[in-house]
């Protein structure tokens, strides 16, 4: 099937495009030996995850369900940052996480004596758990001693050193299926806390600026002390949202200034998500210079742990047009939502690109250059070439809505180049991010199926949902 031919509405997913997201995190790893973990908050599509598997360490979690989605679809490294954690589900994050990073001392200290208690548990069985099918020769993950299922049923499962020495150490393939089962892996959970180190690089969104006054998200310097210390390996921040690395760098300034002396009496720093790194303007050769820099000052392993950077426009949300309603502007009713299918259009706010369409800015802009050109030409006596500024501009302004009572549930006005006819099919772009995620289905709209689109454009249903999904989280 081809997209034009899928039911709507439907995300798809553009794998060519995720791959390729994929290959520019992996040359970072590759050039820095930073580990870039995906944060499921954006993105969770586990169908994809054997194909993330193969580029980047792990995943990252903001709570158990997600922790455990990473832990089952992924299988690789595994870590949690939430802002404070239910005591039931603490012994089962301590079980599948690597690193488990707190927002406070008095979380961390709450917490610790499980996390202990599940190393010293994980120590004393000597393996813990791990997808069934991790065993292969294809990459190294873990502890490169273990023996195979089979070995540690008969032998344990830790390699004396003369078998390591004599048949090489084990390797373990990353590549999970879903629906595979889990198998036990040595494991150890390490502690870390998030920092606030106060330094807003933003501009005015306060709603996504953890480090705005008054932010609950992480502990400032004036606060972190010896105690603190003496209970992580490792310290977390999270600053940016779609950012640029001169923000890292400016941020980074901060961190060394108020927490130096702290980074060189831990094995970690993770540098939380918002790094745009697979924007075309990215400046991945400053990234990797600042992951450098901190990685050799410090003695530290680094992680990322981007969203966005990993499944930036790598999703089409499909649509039809069911009516269209004439009020002064003429209103395209589709069969999506931005409050049920893209909610951060309204939370955000933004306004997402449509494919053989312009946002109402960006046509005004085009208009502005043209006529600037066009002026500029009859001004000039030369003989320019013919170009398209005057030929005859064909414009049809829309508001594109959607089916729900909420009468702000509006996308944003866009231009096209032709009339729009009920029957119609548009596709919204960038909508892999915060989009299935966040769906949900206020009104009993129906959530859009999940397909996935491959390097030849040939698309597969991978999910579909129905009535029994909308009843299902009722009662
Ligand atoms: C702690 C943390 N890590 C990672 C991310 C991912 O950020 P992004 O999707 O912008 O890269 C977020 C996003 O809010 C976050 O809060």
């Known amino acids: 099937m081809k997209i034009h031919e899928i039911e709507t509405p439907s995300y798809v997913i553009d794998e060519k495009k995720l791959r390729e997201n994929l290959e520019i995190l992996h040359s970072v790893e590759e050039r820095t030996g930073a580990k870039i973990l995906l944060a499921q908050k954006c993105f969770s599509g ?10 980047i360490s792990g995943t990252t979690a903001s709570g158990l369900y997600e922790a455990r989605l990473g832990w089952e679809e992924m299988g690789k490294e595994n870590h949690v ?42 120590e004393a069985e000597g393996y813990n758990l791990f997808p069934e099918n991790a065993w292969s020769d294809a990459e190294v993950w873990g502890n490169p001693e273990m023996r195979s299922d089979t070995e540690v049923a008969e032998k344990g499962p830790l390699q004396t050193d003369t078998e390591v020495a004599e048949k090489g150490p084990l390797q373990m393939n990353t590549e999970v299926n879903p629906g595979d089962k889990v198998r ?31 932010s609950r998200m992480g502990v400032r310097a004036c606060d972190f002390d010896g105690e603190i210390l003496s209970m992580i390996e490792g310290i977390h921040f999270h600053t940016l949202c779609e950012q640029n690395a001169d923000d890292l760098e400016t941020t980074l300034q901060a961190v060394e200034e108020k927490f130096g002396p702290y980074l060189h009496q831990v094995k970690w720093l993770n540098m939380g998500g918002g790094h745009h790194i697979t924007r075309e303007d990215y400046d ?27 499944a930036l426009n790598a999703g089409y949300l499909v649509t039809t047009v069911l009516d269209i ?19 951060d259009v309204l939370e955000m706010p933004y306004q997402p690109p449509l494919m053989d369409a ?25 003989d320019e070439a013919e170009d398209d500024t005057d030929s005859e501009i064909k414009y ?45 289905t206020f009104n009993g709209i129906p959530l859009p199926s999940i397909a996935a689109m491959d390097e030849n454009g040939d698309v597969r249903i991978v999910k579909e949902f129905g009535y029994e999904d909308f009843k299902g989280r009722l009662s």
Do not use: W
């Not at 892996?185 to 705005?212: F, L, M, W």
């Not at 050769?285 to 530290?300: G, P, V, W």
């Not at 312009?358 to 000039?380: G, N, P, Q």
């Not at 006005?413 to 099919?425: A, P």
């Open 81 to 122: 940052f939430s802002p404070a954690y239910r005591e039931k589900d603490m012994e089962e994050i301590a079980e599948i996480c690597d690193h488990v990073i707190f927002n406070s001392k008095s979380q961390l200290k709450k917490y610790l004596p499980v996390l202990q208690a599940a190393n010293t548990r994980a």
């Open 325 to 343: 309603v004439e009020n002064d502007i003429k209103t395209l009713i589709l069969d999506a939502s931005a409050a049920c299918h893209m909610p």
């Open 46 to 55: 586990f169908y994809e995850y054997p194909l993330i598997s193969k580029y």
């Open 396 to 440: 049809y302004r829309y508001r594109l809505s959607s089916n729900t009572c909420l009468a702000g549930d509006v996308i944003g006005d866009y231009v096209f180049d032709h009339e729009v006819k009920v029957g119609d099919r548009l596709y919204f772009r960038d909508m892999a991010i915060y989009s299935m995620v966040k769906n949900n």
């Open 358 to 382: 312009r946002k109402v800015d960006e046509f005004l802009e085009d208009m502005k250059a043209r006529i600037k050109k066009l002026v500029s030409t009859e001004d000039s006596s030369s």
């Open 184 to 214: 036990k892996r040595p494991h150890k959970v390490s502690a870390g806390i998030r920092i606030n180190p106060e330094c807003s690089t933003q501009g005015n969104h306060a709603i996504y600026d953890p480090c705005a006054p008054g």
């Open 284 to 310: 991945v050769e400053k990234l990797c210079a600042l992951i450098t820099h901190m990685k050799e000052t410090y003695n530290l392993e680094i992680y990322l742990e981007p969203g966005e950077a990993v």
